[in-house]
T-cell receptor, first 112, second 113 residues
Framework: EAQVTQNPRYLITVTGKKLTVTCSQN?????MSWYRQDPGLGLRQIYY???????DKGDVPEGYKVSRKEKRNFPLILESPSPNQTSLYFC???????????FGPGTRLTVL | SQQGEEDPQALSIQEGENATMNCSYK?????LQWYRQNSGRGLVHLIL?????REKHSGRLRVTLDTSKKSSSLLITASRAADTASYFC?????????????FGKGTMLLVSP
């Protein structure tokens, strides 16, 4: 089944404790991206990747890192999480940046 | 950078009625997409309409695009309780030399039995 998976689905952590949210897709898509969704602000892009070893900042990249060592995986790294990073995070993949996006199920992160 | 803006923010209707949501945007686009999101879940792609198309259908969904008014509408006919969700438009537009897909803030639709 074609899908985008994210782990963990829920995470409660404390300020400053490094964490990684994994994202994996099995559709051989070149384009992958991370979004955060907050009430009243909609969906905002954090980082995206056009292909392996090619990543770039989206609209709200501060406090986040990503890597794309393999085509299928695109982890999101929070080196030192802060409470303002409490949000619902989505990973998405597609054939190209403007094509139909396939979204993962979301990761609800709470930073205390 | 917010490109598309949905209207209304929230819509409440009865089962069987039609639901219309609008999306307005600011700059020229290559295509416009509509997505649906059930509470707290990932977005699901519904339909894509290209800038040279005026109308597109998919089942009970009808999307129109008016590039002169920079607006699009999503019509759901004969709505069902299962259509309750948030609906987002996403615009593909050129920004700083490359095309970018930007999502609006969504319309929350409640369909009551």
């Amino acid at each position: 089944e074609a899908q985008v998976t994210q782990n963990p689905r829920y995470l409660i952590t404390v300020t400053g404790k490094k964490l990684t949210v994994t994202c994996s897709q099995n559709m051989n898509h070149e384009y992958m991206s991370w979004y955060r969704q907050d009430p009243g602000l909609g969906l905002r892009q954090i980082y995206y990747s056009m292909n392996v070893e090619v990543t770039d900042k989206g609209d709200v990249p501060e406090g986040y890192k990503v890597s794309r060592k393999e085509k299928r995986n695109f982890p999101l790294i929070l080196e030192s999480p802060s409470p303002n990073q409490t949000s619902l995070y989505f990973c998405a993949s597609s054939l190209g940046r403007a094509n139909e996006q396939f979204f993962g199920p979301g990761t609800r992160l709470t930073v205390l | 950078s917010q490109q598309g803006e949905e209207d209304p923010q929230a819509l409440s209707i009865q089962e069987g009625e039609n639901a219309t949501m609008n999306c307005s945007y600011k700059t020229s686009i290559n295509n416009l997409q509509w997505y649906r999101q059930n509470s707290g879940r990932g977005l699901v792609h519904l339909i894509l309409i290209r800038s040279n198309e005026r109308e597109k259908h998919s089942g009970r969904l009808r999307v129109t695009l008016d590039t002169s008014k920079k607006s699009s509408s999503l019509l759901i006919t004969a709505s069902r309780a299962a259509d309750t969700a948030s609906y987002f438009c996403a615009t593909d537009a050129w920004h700083s030399g490359y095309s970018t897909l930007t999502f609006g803030k969504g319309t929350m639709l409640l369909v009551s039995p």
